[in-house]
């Protein structure tokens, strides 16, 4: 099943809360908020924004169901922060969230866009395997304690 109406919008610092309560409660599910998560999440304008980067929320029926941004990390934006309401999934609101984000890496003319993730987010992974993204070599001192692995998807 799929929601129609479905409107995918850009940040704006009135749903900073919502950026911050949708990837605090997964994380809070499978991991737990490492001080780099709390820190992003916990400012946005300045971890995200100010930095070049952008933020997008899956918005329906006026609610905010899904989240997601493209941190600008100097070499590489990654795609990052990906939540969908525990209520709204499995509507396919994170693949529309992940193809609008590669459909505008690709009108920036981006190169690639970076994930890191873990394992046993097996959903997840097949998401990004589905949108094309492959396994690279994961660096040994990742800003994520969790993640155990990293996938590139080149634009060009």
């Not at 190169?111 to 998401?127: D, M």
Request: with cysteine.
């Amino acid at each position: 099943m799929e929601i129609e109406n479905l409107e995918i919008i850009a940040y704006q610092p009135k749903f900073a809360k919502d950026f911050y309560n949708l990837n605090v409660e997964w994380l809070e599910k499978y991991f737990y908020v490492e001080p780099y998560d709390e820190k992003v999440l916990s400012n946005p304008q300045k971890y995200v924004i100010d930095s070049g980067g952008f933020i997008f929320f899956a918005k329906y029926n006026n609610e905010i169901v899904g989240v997601v941004s493209l941190i600008n990390q100097k070499i590489f934006f990654e795609l990052s922060k990906m939540a969908v309401s525990p209520k709204y999934q499995g509507l396919k609101i994170g693949l529309k969230l992940m193809n609008f984000c590669i459909d505008f890496a690709r009108n920036k003319k981006w190169k690639s866009i970076t994930i890191y993730s873990h394992r046993s987010l097996v959903p997840a992974i097949n998401l990004y395997k589905k949108t094309g993204f492959k396994e690279i070599e994961l660096e040994k001192e990742s800003h994520y304690e969790r993640s155990d692995i990293k996938m590139l998807l080149k634009l060009s």
